[in-house]
């Protein structure tokens, strides 16, 4: 059975950081790409950022692009979400996915594309 269990959300003011963990269980880690997302409050869930199995290709949204890093740990089973420079804009439920098996370079953009969900968490960016 395949966990993946969020944290590290919380308030944060504009121009903060945060740093989102994502910690999987139940498959052999690094055999899946991963991914984030967000859902703001009456808004669809939005790519965020994706990895790849193997930690060496990284996608981004534009609007995230330059302030937010996505990293992968597989000895840790673990894929992180580094925030910077937040904006008010930024404010959603943020879940990571698992997508695989998967191509060593592969990244995935779209929701349907990802196999399991965590249950999310809440960041919320104060003006």
């Known amino acids: 059975q395949v966990q993946l269990v969020e944290s590290g959300g919380g308030l944060v003011q504009a121009g903060g950081s945060l740093r989102l963990s994502c910690a999987a269980s139940?498959?052999?880690?690094?055999?899946?790409?991963m991914g984030w997302f967000r859902q703001a409050p009456g808004k669809e869930r939005e790519f965020v950022a994706a990895?790849?199995?193997?930690?060496?290709?990284?996608d981004y949204a534009d609007s995230v692009k330059d302030r937010f890093t996505i990293s992968r740990d597989n000895a840790k089973n673990a894929v992180y979400l580094q925030m910077n420079s937040l904006i008010p804009e930024d404010t959603a439920v943020y879940y990571c996915?698992?997508?695989?098996?998967?191509?060593?370079?592969?990244?995935?953009?779209?929701?349907?594309?990802?196999?399991?969900w965590g249950q999310g968490t809440q960041v919320t960016v104060s003006p």
């Open positions: 996915a698992q997508k695989g098996p998967a191509p060593l370079s592969a990244t995935y953009y779209t929701s349907g594309e990802y196999d399991y």
């Open positions: 990895i790849s199995r193997g930690g060496g290709v990284k």
């Open positions: 139940g498959r052999t880690f690094s055999n899946y790409a």
